[in-house]
């Protein structure tokens, strides 16, 4: 089987469509589709079916991606080790993050990477959801996204297609205007707040799956009333009272309490896990296994300076 006919294959089962396939590769989608018939001709299996107006790998096209990521993981593999023979890591490196994440962690990576060598960061942010996650690692070396640690990681093949790199578990406060009635407790029940309205995001996105999951095993169901997906604009709604939020707590900018109350969820863990994902083929690259070190690297400090900061949490003296 012919490696590039492979390859084809593969960004098909990532991209969705033979059009957005022949974009991505520079053909036309008439030679895309010709690859994709001489494959199955090779393999003597039908490797696409008819879906709508487009196509769908069938159960033989989605084993075969599973293993033509191998293949390319192994030719990756060996164009790594005479990398590693030349000099330090070199290249352009893709890096897309979600927004919050590249508050967070982008401006300490941009700073690593500095130092490593002749690496070229290229960065976006992107509003995603865990969903929108394998799509993305075809366009990006390296994709910084964030789940409910209750939702299932982005990986779907067997074996495995991406590489799944942890960089923390930031926990979610409830975040109040610093006048709240609420505001003097040292932590909260969701059942505190079930006469609140909460300012969530957009359906399907990990903060509302954590507030809907912590709905679903508490039974105190929130009242929903703006879905705002930009953190910053949540926190000013917040500070001028329209409602409350779960916010990440390392991100926030709560101004040492003055501009916002941060408390804890007491009896239930709501936290986002937060993870670099690759494609395995992508992975092995000098200068991308560099990156998601500096990424590591950056994602403890952020966790160190978060604890010698120590909770954001100042009642008075009638807290209780």
């Known amino acids: 089987m012919d490696v590039q006919r492979l390859r084809i294959l593969r960004e098909l089962a990532d991209r969705g469509s033979v059009a957005a396939v ?45 293993e033509a990521e ?35 962690l982008l401006p300490g990576l941009l700073t690593r990477v500095v130092a490593i060598g002749d690496i070229d960061l290229v960065c976006r942010d992107v509003d995603m959801t865990p969903a929108d996650v394998p799509a993305l690692t075809a ?19 067997t074996p495995s297609r991406w590489t799944l790199t942890p960089l923390l578990r930031e926990p979610l406060d409830v975040v109040l205007p610093p006048g709240h009635r609420l505001a003097r407790r040292r ?25 809907r999951s912590l709905a679903a095993a508490t039974g105190a169901q929130p009242r929903i009333v703006q879905r705002i ?26 101004r040492g309490g003055r501009r916002l109350a941060r408390r804890p969820l007491a009896g239930v863990r709501a936290v986002r896990l ?9 992975a092995v690259r000098p200068a991308v296994r560099a990156v998601l070190q500096a990424l590591c690297e950056e994602a403890a400090a952020v966790v160190a300076r978060g604890s010698r900061a120590g909770p954001a949490i100042r009642p008075g003296p009638a807290a209780r």
């Not at 030719?75 to 994440?101: M, Y």
């Open 187 to 211: 932590t909260l029940r969701l059942a505190d707040l079930t006469d609140e309205g909460w300012i969530s995001v957009g359906v399907g996105w990990p903060v509302d799956e954590v507030l």
């Open 22 to 66: 022949a974009k991505a590769m520079s053909f036309t989608p008439s030679a895309i589709s010709q690859q994709l018939k001489t494959l199955a001709d090779e393999t003597g299996m039908a490797l696409t079916e008819p879906a709508g107006r487009g196509l769908r790998l069938t159960d033989a096209g989605q084993a075969l991606v599973a």
């Open 274 to 282: 937060i993870e670099a994902v690759a494609r395995r083929s992508t």
């Open 139 to 157: 366009d990006a070396d390296i994709v910084v996204t964030h789940r409910d640690e209750r939702s299932p990681a982005p990986d779907a093949g």
């Open 229 to 254: 997906n930009d953190f910053s604009v949540t926190e000013q709604l917040v500070a001028a009272g329209h409602g409350i939020a779960l916010l990440p707590r390392y991100c926030t900018d709560d």
């Open 70 to 104: 191998q293949v390319l993981a192994a030719l990756a593999h060996a164009e790594a080790a005479l990398d590693r023979l030349r000099s330090s890591p070199r290249g352009t490196v893709r890096v897309v993050l979600f927004p919050s994440g590249a508050r967070l």
